[in-house]
């Protein structure tokens, strides 16, 4: 029993990963145009956070953490909250973390951003599986 449980807990871990990858690559793709096109880092950051995390709701709900949906009625609209303020705090974690290494150690900004990226996604799959599904 308890092997199935970690394996399917590494099955979720890899479902989130994958669709966590989707979410980056709208992310940095969003970014890196608004970084081009002359925005600053700090609202460049939060509009492509924003449009991978309206990503990563839509399919984390329907791939990653279905199973533990299944059979709860009216979860919705408290998932989204929960989402909503978790992927604030996330937010607010990236972006103090991108000025930290971006203005205070001088780190270049795309290598920061995957930097960044490696510790808002533990931040975030721990958050989404413990409290937002």
Request: glycine share 8%; aromatic share 12%.
């Amino acid at each position: 029993m308890k092997n199935k449980k970690l394996n399917a807990g590494f099955i979720q871990f890899l479902k989130f990963n994958a669709v966590g990858l989707l979410n980056t690559l709208i992310d940095f793709a969003v970014f890196t145009l608004l970084h081009s096109l002359g925005l600053m880092n700090a609202p460049a950051q939060v509009i492509s956070y924003s449009a991978g995390t309206a990503n990563s709701f839509f399919w984390n709900k329907k791939v990653t953490f279905r199973d533990r949906d299944a059979g709860k009625s009216g979860s919705d609209r408290l998932q989204l909250v929960r989402f909503i303020i978790l992927n604030l705090a996330v937010l607010g974690i990236s972006v103090l973390l991108m000025h930290m290494l971006t203005v205070s150690f001088g780190i270049q900004v795309l290598f920061a951003k995957v930097l960044v990226t490696g510790v808002t996604v533990i931040i975030n799959f721990i958050g989404s599986r413990m409290w937002v599904f």
